[in-house]
Every structure is written in C-alpha cells, then in structure tokens.
C-alpha cells in the first residue's frame, strides 16, 4: 500500500484554476494507475479522472470533461489534476487514490472500489 499525499486545495472564484498534486515518495509509481476522485458533503464519492501506469491513456467522468487534464511525472513520483473553469459544483475534498497493476497497460477505471491506496485528501473550495 502507497502513502499518497494530496496539494495543490485551495479557495477559488468561479472560473478559475488549481491544479493538484499526488505524490507518493520512494515509491514504485510506474507500477500503479492513479485516479482522482471527489466527495462532497451528503454524496457520494465520485470518480473524477484516471490515468494509466504509463500515463498513455486517461479517463474522465462527463462533468469535467474539457476542462480538467491529468497528467503523470513518473520521474518525480507525481501526478497532477489541472482544474480550468472551476464551477461551484466541483466544491468537495479531492482524493488521489492508487490502483496496483504491475507492468499490465489496465484501463483506469473510474470505480472507487478498485482502488487500494488513498490520500488523506485536499480541500477545493469554488466559492464568490
């Protein structure tokens, strides 16, 4: 299991940007899909966007499609969420969470259950 750590939270007016950070330090991180997912208050989670091992492919749910990316530095342990046109609606904590596949090209899903390893989240407030 990785020890994952989010950045990058913050308070933000309607339209603008944050871009988040997962990383896991010392780990074996080319190993692992690493998926996005948010929570807000009384919903459930909810799978926001995957990338693969490699970062040769990614996936997104409807809602922030166009407006978020994700992107991966194997080199430096990282992932990243670059968050453009934020609305109100993306209120919620942000978790960066981890999928073991070894050396197998797995399509990211985005279904919380296939996830093992979980970041203690980051707060991402839209608010004016």
């Known amino acids: 299991q990785l020890q994952l750590v989010e950045s990058g939270g913050g308070l933000v007016q309607p339209g603008g940007s944050l871009r988040l950070s997962c990383t896991a330090p010392g780990s074996t991180w080319n190993y692992y899909n690493i998926g996005w997912f948010r929570q807000a208050p009384g919903k459930e989670r909810e799978g926001v966007s995957a990338?693969?091992?490699?970062?040769?492919?990614?996936n997104y749910a409807d809602s922030v499609k166009g407006r978020f990316t994700i992107s991966r530095d194997n080199a430096k342990n990282t992932v990243y969420l670059q968050m453009n046109s934020l609305k109100p609606e993306d209120t919620a904590v942000y978790y960066c969470?981890?999928?073991?596949?070894?050396?197998?090209?797995?399509?990211?899903?985005?279904?919380?259950?296939?996830?093992?390893?979980w970041g203690q989240g980051t707060q991402v407030t839209v608010f004016s």
């Open positions: 969470a981890a999928s073991y596949v070894g050396n197998w090209d797995v399509i990211p899903g985005l279904d919380p259950r296939g996830f093992g390893s």
């Open positions: 990338i693969t091992s490699s970062g040769g492919d990614t």
